[in-house]
C-alpha cells in the first residue's frame, strides 16, 4: 500500500481536550462520522472533487476545532524557523538508529515486526536521501512521554524512536515492536488503532510531512475519528500497511510493507499560495 503523507499536525493525536468532551458516547461519534461520509460520497456522485487527506476540520475530532487553523497563512523567513526547529541528534543518522529493538540493554517486550517500503514521487520514481522518522507506543499501548498517562506499563527497554536515511532506490526499512491500541479523550471509551507515526523532512527542516501509517484488519478503524477524518475510503485505505512475508524472517520478525507516494496523482497535500483554508 502507499500513503499520501500529510503536512499537517492536525493528523496527530490529542491528549488535551476539555473534559465536557468525554461524556460524549462512542455511537454519537459514529453517528456524526456515518452523516459526514454519507454527505462526502454524494458530494462526489455530484461532481465534487475526491479528498485524499484528513479534513482539518472535523468535528467527530473533538480537537481538531481547536487545532485548525482559523487565519490565513503568512510567508514566513525560513531562517528564522531554523532557529527554532527542532534538533534531532548530534550526529549523522547510524543504521543502527532503524532498528528500535537494540536502543537498551534487553529486549522491548512484544511481537517484534519489520516495516519496509520505498519512498516515491508521483511516477514511481525513488526519492534517494530523505530523512524518515518514526515514534511509536509500546506493546501496551504507552508512549514514553510525560503527557501519557495511560495506566499502562512503560517498556525500560523501548523508547520507541527511530530514524533512517532512504537508500538509492528510495527503500527504508525499521524494526521495531508492534504498537498496541490506546484510550485518548476525544469522547467516552475512545480508543485509536495501533499505529506507527511518521516524519519525512525534505532539504531542510522547514520540509516536514507527517502522517501515520495502520495495521490491516484493526476493529478500531471505523470508531476511529482521526482515521476517519480522512473521507475518502481509497484515500484511507494507504494508510494501512500490507503483511508481507517476503519481508517477515524465520523465527524472528514478522513483515509489513508500506510506500509513501510524495507527488503525482497521489501528492502529499500542500496549502494553497493564497493560504486558502
Known sequence: MSTE????????????????????SQDAI???ITDIHAAYRQSVVDGAKAETQPRIDFAPYRSSLLRHPTKNLHHADPETIELHSPAFGERD???????????HNGEPIGERIVVAGRVLDGDGRPVAGQLVEIWQANAAGRYIHKRDQHPAPIDPNFTGVGRAITGPNGEYSFTTIKPAPYPWKNHHNAWRPAHIHFSLFGTDFTQ????????PGDPLFSLDPIYQAITDAD?????VATYDHSITSHEWATGYNWDIVLTGSNRTWMEDE???H
Open 5 to 24: 503523507a500529510t503536512s499537517t499536525e492536525s493528523f496527530t493525536d490529542s491528549h488535551v481536550l476539555d473534559p465536557a468532551a468525554t461524556t460524549l
Open 30 to 32: 459514529s453517528a456524526e
Open 93 to 103: 543518522v547510524h543504521a543502527l538508529e532503524a532498528d528500535l529493538t537494540i536502543q
Open 208 to 215: 516536514r510531512m507527517i502522517t501515520q501509517m495502520y495495521f
Open 235 to 239: 484515500a484511507r485505505a494507504r494508510l
Open 274 to 276: 493564497e493560504g486558502d
